[in-house]
């Protein structure tokens, strides 16, 4: 794999991680909840 | 007559007057508090307050300033010994098929099946509702019919959960459930039960209202149950009755006849305990029934006040059926009583939740006659709803009266004594800590050989390049440096869950009212408080519970200040880099001061919000105190993996995706050296890349604080999720040094590094600063997104930022600069 392969995968990944991100704040202004990933299970209630 | 507060500990009294305070007055009336009603004073908390009382067979704490507004008679009569008559057998489980009801009906109300054209919103053929009183078990039940055919998430507009699942009904078809949150009351005063309530009264056009509803009743606290849910079989929906903890109410010697209880109600009664999978099938089979009974139980109250609510009824929007005298459709005579009920200051706003229009100036009409007709119509309300139920109570239990839970008695002096109910809350609080750091180690080492084992592989495998650099100083070395931190978490949600299942948290809100209370706050704040040591979201989500809109949102402002368990990385790490060799007490200790520091860093806003921007009394408090319960390792175990199931999810996206971000910042822009020049330093690359420009902007700011600008990209990376803030030190470190993760751990690397001047970057001052900060400051995206939807605004989570983070600054700078002053490093 040459070095410029795998600039070009690396830059690749990393446009992929940002889109991640653009596509998650999207998703969010539209829906509510959490965003997830903290799991949102709610306490008890006492 | 004396005030309730006067009892001591043992001594019984009876009601004879409530509260003047209406609303006050409405919340015990609702808990079964009503004149005529025996009431035992057990205990007050080590503080002196609140206090706890026994009555109907439950235990409920109230503060005391409230206690003494409620005047009793002594009852001087001795206490007959609790004869030992012979416990009637519980009924074998099975499906009770119901005929005709025998129900009494008042004056104004005939029998009648659903009004025939009424539109009814059935989300689904076999959908159910599933309602009952918090502790009864609902949850449990729920998730051991769904099993893992469960969806979590939210009501719009709150940030209240909506859990549905489904389960496979005797005929192959689908069977939902939609778990409603937990209420005492269809007079809802806190945001969860308004959704409860909303669903039910089918109000929300995001949740239309499942066709059928399940009631899940705690047999053990019948009575009390049961004021919920009469108001439930009221609705005149198709309804099945879950009669839940039989083996508890078999115990106590008050076991219940659900025949009989069938019978009465009209509607199935189904025996179960939710924490044996076996006795789930009769419910299961009348879950499946194509054929659920609407019941036409009524509580037979006074006619003047079933008038009154027809005529309110009679006015709401959409109601065809203006004659009064005529059939009423239940639903609506249901939502013109929880108008009438409502207290003056609350009356506009429920009015506007029910969607009440014109109904409203008629329900302040028959309010006006009420008063003349019927002196204390609200209390008689209650009362003869109470009433009717212990009649249905007697039936069904044969007379027996419950022995009192002998062991949770004995608990509870112990655990709420004055001085060992302290000890041992707080020898909780430091095992949890102390474990975190020992026990955890083990699986922490296996872990971390297993990523340097990864990257050593990917090394060998893949010749230079830059693709290579991210999988090992960026991915591995990114998503490594926060996946180890997993076993300590673990260990802290078990304990959580462990305190939660036995009952012992609403004891340490029962302990922490006193110190609440002093904040302005209750006890019930003290519950999302402690929920957020294990992350800011839920316990935020969890304030629904608080009814005050005010403690409401300081309960929300400084919940992120508890120490949540994404800062547990940062923690660790640094207190290593701190103490390498010291032993795990100390650190476990420091830990622990960390932890305090939060929560007193919390409590001193709340008091400060409180005085200031959003003034307000103390809350009323009363609270339900269940009794202890062996905890179900099975769900404690659910939890912990479905919580280690999110935390890798969420390392496998979001972190992985910031730690490919940040391997991009940090290594580009390269450098280009003419040629002939020597290739730069790997050093000088990252201060030219845009991390580094970004933390050299930065540290000005920092250095005040002991930080230089590589902790300022770990600072800023931590914006997006605290527990980065690790992985990014191993990205910039590994990126500077050249080193892989197999030579040795992180702590290692930071305790080696040297500023310009050859002095140690990471000194114990440096590391007491970024805790502090860490501590303190506002760090998560995520928490901010929620906090913006709960206060359904930008002023509050903007405020928030600002306030967190400028304390800690202030906070790390009065350490760092104070520490030199006195001459530490």
Same mark, same amino acid.
């Given at each position: 794999m040459s070095p410029?392969?795998?600039?070009?995968?690396?830059?690749?990944?990393?446009?992929?991680?940002?889109?991640?991100?653009?596509?998650?704040?999207?998703?969010?202004?539209?829906?509510?909840?959490?965003?997830?990933?903290?799991g949102c299970s709610s306490s008890k209630k006492f | 007559m004396t005030p309730l507060s006067s009892l001591k500990p043992g001594q019984r009294g009876v009601i004879t007057r409530l509260p003047a305070d209406e609303q006050l007055a409405t919340r015990l009336r609702e808990m079964g508090v009503l004149r005529g009603t025996e009431i035992t004073f057990v205990r007050s908390a080590p503080l002196g307050d609140p206090m706890e009382f026994r009555l109907r067979g439950f235990d409920l704490s109230i503060r005391r300033a409230d206690a003494a507004q409620v005047l009793i008679t002594l009852d001087s009569a001795q206490m007959a010994t609790e004869t030992m008559r012979p416990v009637q057998p519980v009924p074998p489980a099975h499906v009770v098929s119901t005929g005709p009801t025998k129900t009494v009906l008042s004056v104004s109300h005939v029998p009648t099946a659903p009004p025939a054209g009424e539109p009814r919103t059935e989300a689904h053929p076999k959908s159910y509702a599933v309602v009952g009183n918090p502790n009864c078990g609902k949850t449990t039940l729920f998730n051991a019919l769904t099993g893992l055919r469960q969806k979590v998430a939210n009501y719009p507009g709150v940030t209240?959960?909506?859990?549905?699942?489904? !389960?496979?009904?005797?005929?192959?078809?689908?069977?939902?459930?939609?778990?409603?949150?937990?209420?005492?009351?269809?007079? *809802? +005063?806190?945001?969860?039960?308004?959704?409860?309530?909303?669903?039910?009264?089918?109000?929300?056009?995001?949740?239309?209202?499942?066709?059928?509803? $399940?009631?899940?009743?705690?047999? =053990?606290?019948?009575?009390?149950?049961?004021? @919920?849910?009469?108001?439930?079989?009221?609705?005149?929906?198709?309804?099945?009755?879950?009669?839940?903890?039989?083996?508890?109410?078999?115990?106590?010697?008050?076991?219940?006849?659900?025949?009989?209880? =069938?019978?009465? $109600?009209?509607?199935?009664?189904?025996?179960?305990?939710?924490?044996?999978?076996?006795?789930?099938?009769?419910?299961?089979?009348?879950? =499946?029934?194509?054929?659920?009974?609407?019941?036409?139980?009524?509580?037979?109250?006074?006619?003047?006040?079933?008038?009154?609510?027809?005529?309110?009824?009679?006015?709401?929007?959409?109601?065809?059926?203006?004659?009064?005298?005529?059939?009423?459709?239940?639903? *609506?005579?249901?939502?013109? *009583?929880?108008?009438?009920?409502?207290?003056?200051?609350?009356?506009?706003?429920?009015?506007?939740?029910?969607?009440?229009?014109?109904?409203?100036?008629?329900s302040i009409g028959q309010r006006t006659t009420l008063d003349k007709e019927l002196p204390e119509w609200r209390e008689t309300i209650v009362?003869?709803?109470?009433?009717?139920?212990?009649?249905?109570? +007697?039936?069904?239990?044969?007379?027996?009266? *419950? &022995?009192?839970?002998?062991?949770?008695?004995?608990?509870?002096?112990?655990?709420?004594?004055?001085?060992?109910?302290?000890?041992?809350?707080?020898?909780?609080?430091?095992?949890?800590?102390?474990?975190? @750091?020992?026990?955890?180690?083990y699986p922490m080492d296996w872990i971390e050989s297993g990523f340097g084992l990864l990257s050593g592989a990917v090394q060998e495998a893949m010749p230079p390049g830059d693709l290579r650099d991210l999988l090992t100083d960026g991915v591995i070395a990114g998503v490594g440096g926060v996946v180890i931190f997993l076993p300590q978490i673990l260990i802290l949600f078990f304990f959580i869950g462990l305190l939660e299942d036995t009952g012992y948290m609403a004891r340490a809100a029962f302990l922490m009212d006193r110190v609440m209370s002093k904040v302005g706050?209750?006890?019930?704040? %003290?519950?999302?408080?402690?929920?957020?040591?294990?992350?800011?979201?839920?316990?935020?989500?969890?304030?629904?519970?608080?009814?005050?809109?005010?403690?409401?949102?300081?309960?929300?402002?400084?919940?992120?200040?508890?120490?949540?368990?994404?800062? #547990?990385?940062?923690?660790? #790490?640094?207190?290593?880099?701190?103490?390498?060799?010291?032993?795990?007490?100390?650190?476990?200790?420091?830990?622990?001061?960390?932890y305090l520091l939060g929560t007193v860093a919390a409590l001193l806003f709340a008091w400060l919000f409180k005085k200031?921007?959003?003034?307000?009394?103390?809350? &009323? !408090?009363?609270?339900?105190?269940?009794?202890?319960?062996?905890?179900?390792?099975?769900?404690?175990? =659910?939890?912990? %993996?479905?919580?280690?199931?999110? @935390?890798?999810?969420?390392?496998?996206?979001?972190?992985?995706?910031?730690?490919?971000?940040?391997?991009?910042?940090?290594t580009f822009p390269k450098m280009n050296p003419p040629e002939g020049a020597p290739e730069p330093s790997k050093t000088e690359q990252l201060q030219h890349s845009f991390a580094g420009r970004i933390g050299h902007a930065l540290e000005p700011a920092l250095e005040p604080l002991g930080m230089d600008w590589k902790i300022g990209i770990g600072l800023v990376a931590a914006q997006a999720a605290r527990e980065v803030f690790v992985g990014t030190m191993s990205i910039v470190y590994n990126v500077e040094t050249g080193e892989d993760q197999q030579d040795g751990a992180l702590v290692q690397t930071l305790r080696e590094q040297k500023r310009s001047d050859g002095t140690a970057v990471f000194t114990p001052l440096t590391c007491l600063s970024i805790l502090v900060f860490f501590v303190l400051s506002m760090q998560c995206v995520s928490t901010l997104a929620v906090v913006r939807r709960e206060t359904n605004s930008f002023r509050w989570p903007i405020f928030q930022f600002c306030y967190m983070t400028g304390t800690a600054y202030l906070a790390s700078f009065l350490i760092y600069q104070g520490g030199r002053l006195l001459g530490f490093q």
């Open positions: 410029e392969f795998q600039t070009a995968i690396a830059l690749g990944l990393v446009v992929a991680a940002a889109a991640f991100f653009v596509t998650r704040w999207l998703r969010a202004r539209k829906k509510t909840g959490c965003g997830g990933g903290c | 209240v959960e909506k859990k549905s699942g489904q !389960f496979i009904g005797q005929h192959g078809e689908k069977v939902e459930l939609l778990d409603l949150p937990g209420s005492y009351s269809l007079g *809802a +005063h806190a945001p969860d039960e308004r959704i409860t309530r909303d669903v039910l009264l089918d109000l929300r056009q995001d949740t239309p209202r499942p066709g059928r509803v $399940l009631c899940v009743v705690d047999a =053990s606290h019948l009575e009390r149950n049961l004021y @919920f849910i009469t108001q439930v079989i009221e609705l005149g929906l198709p309804t099945i009755i879950a009669l839940n903890m039989i083996d508890v109410a078999q115990a106590q010697g008050t076991p219940v006849n659900a025949e009989r209880l =069938s019978e009465d $109600l009209g509607v199935p009664v189904i025996p179960v305990q939710a924490t044996r999978r076996e006795t789930l099938l009769p419910l299961r089979l009348a879950l =499946s029934r194509a054929d659920i009974p609407h019941s036409v139980w009524t509580p037979e109250l006074p006619s003047i006040w079933t008038r009154a609510a027809d005529k309110v009824a009679a006015c709401w929007p959409g109601q065809t059926n203006s004659d009064s005298r005529g059939p009423r459709d239940p639903q *609506a005579r249901m939502k013109a *009583a929880i108008l009438l009920s409502s207290t003056d200051s609350d009356t506009a706003s429920v009015a506007t939740e029910l969607g009440a229009g014109p109904a409203l100036s008629a009362a003869e709803r109470y009433a009717r139920i212990g009649k249905l109570c +007697h039936a069904a239990q044969g007379g027996m009266t *419950a &022995i009192s839970d002998k062991l949770t008695q004995r608990l509870d002096d112990l655990l709420t004594h004055k001085a060992f109910g302290w000890l041992v809350f707080f020898g909780m609080m430091v095992l949890m800590f102390v474990s975190i @750091f020992t026990i955890a180690s706050l209750h006890g019930k704040s %003290f519950i999302p408080l402690l929920s957020s040591y294990a992350c800011a979201i839920p316990g935020i989500m969890s304030t629904r519970t608080i009814e005050n809109p005010k403690d409401r949102l300081v309960t929300i402002l400084v919940a992120p200040l508890m120490s949540c368990s994404a800062r #547990l990385p940062v923690y660790a #790490l640094m207190i290593a880099a701190l103490l390498p060799s010291e032993s795990v007490w100390l650190k476990g200790a420091i830990m622990m001061g960390l200031t921007i959003l003034r307000g009394e103390t809350p &009323i !408090f009363l609270m339900e105190l269940p009794p202890y319960r062996l905890p179900s390792l099975r769900q404690i175990a =659910s939890q912990m %993996f479905q919580r280690a199931g999110l @935390f890798l999810k969420r390392a496998g996206t979001v972190i992985l995706a910031i730690a490919i971000i940040l391997w991009f910042l940090a």
